[in-house]
């Protein structure tokens, strides 16, 4: 059976064939899944997904959703024979092993070269090694899976994913969300603002118990089991999306948005909301974008209903 890695809805940048490796269970060794797999890297939307799929059923495995400079795929050193790489970041201590698969080791280092360029700067252009006659997506045959271990601090962790845009919210409810964060934002300095204080477990709470209105839109984003049933009371729910943003993946997700930020290098992403590239250039800007868009909004519907 054939599957193409590349389709997706976004830009492929670069992939390659790698498996999956687990941590066993009350131990610091790693076994080496056989699956066949391959690591891909998309660009939607102007954000950076870093997937996995399995080359066989074209399913994918994990979804992680990266800002520059937050992660790093790097060789372990105890690994036995040299082909097992773990993902780290800088915003958490999460860890995801993977093993190459190709039947050889000519491209691993312009493979892992590539991909580290990319997840530090995805607007790089990856640099093939001209010798290689065969497409850069493309890497050698596979091998069966082999077994190895290594020390590891820490479980691998896979973050929630969410769509990049609010499905089932209509323009009336997102404009006045974004007139609530808008508002969670004059406390600080730009130059003390953290988007981590801005959307802090208590300011979370308060938004979703005064505004019972904008709870159905935030649904979609949840975990499958998690959605609240129709007849849930508001409290209900109340409880479900304050588990939620309590979470690790979510609070992890909220420092690594905060840190690309900082970077500079969202401008595709912001525009992708409808707000000036100049929001890319930190949290405060970001902000503040938004609180402009959503007053420029709100005069727009005082005008509607003047005329």
Do not use: C
Not at 102 to 118: A, Q
């Amino acid at each position: 059976m054939s599957v193409d890695l590349t389709s997706s809805s976004g830009r492929t940048i670069l992939a390659f064939k790698a498996g999956r490796a687990f941590r066993r269970a009350g131990t610091n060794f790693v076994d080496a899944s056989p699956t066949k797999g391959a690591i891909v890297l998309v660009n939607e939307d102007g954000l950076l997904h870093f997937m996995w799929k399995d080359r066989t059923t074209g399913e994918v495995g994990e979804d992680l959703i990266l800002f520059p400079g937050d992660a790093k795929l790097e060789k372990v050193p105890q690994s036995s024979w040299g082909r097992t790489y773990v993902l780290k970041f800088e915003s958490s201590d999460q860890k995801h092993f993977f093993w190459l698969q190709g039947s050889s080791t000519r491209r691993d280092e312009e493979f892992m070269t590539n991909l580290n360029r990319t997840l530090a700067d995805p607007n790089i252009i990856p640099i093939w090694d001209a010798r290689n006659i065969y497409p850069a997506s493309e890497a050698s045959t596979s091998a069966a899976g082999a077994s190895t271990s290594q020390p590891s601090t820490a479980l691998p962790i896979v973050p929630e994913t969410s769509d990049s845009t609010l499905a089932g919210t209509t323009p009336e409810q997102l404009a006045q969300l974004r007139g609530i964060v808008s508002s969670m934002t004059g406390f600080a300095s730009e130059d003390e603002l953290w988007l981590s204080d801005v959307l802090s477990s208590q300011n979370l709470l308060q938004l979703f118990q005064t505004h019972h209105e904008l709870l159905p839109s935030l649904f979609p984003h949840l975990p499958p089991e998690l959605i609240p049933s129709s007849d849930a009371t508001p409290q209900q729910a109340v409880e479900i999306l304050q588990r939620m943003t309590n979470s690790p993946p979510f609070r992890t997700a909220v420092a690594q948005l905060d840190r690309a930020l900082r970077t500079g290098a969202l401008g595709e992403f912001v525009r992708s909301l409808g707000l000036p590239e100049s929001a890319a250039t930190g949290v405060g800007a970001f902000l503040a974008a938004i609180a402009e868009q959503a007053r420029q909004e709100g005069g727009t519907e005082e005008r509607m209903e003047e005329d």
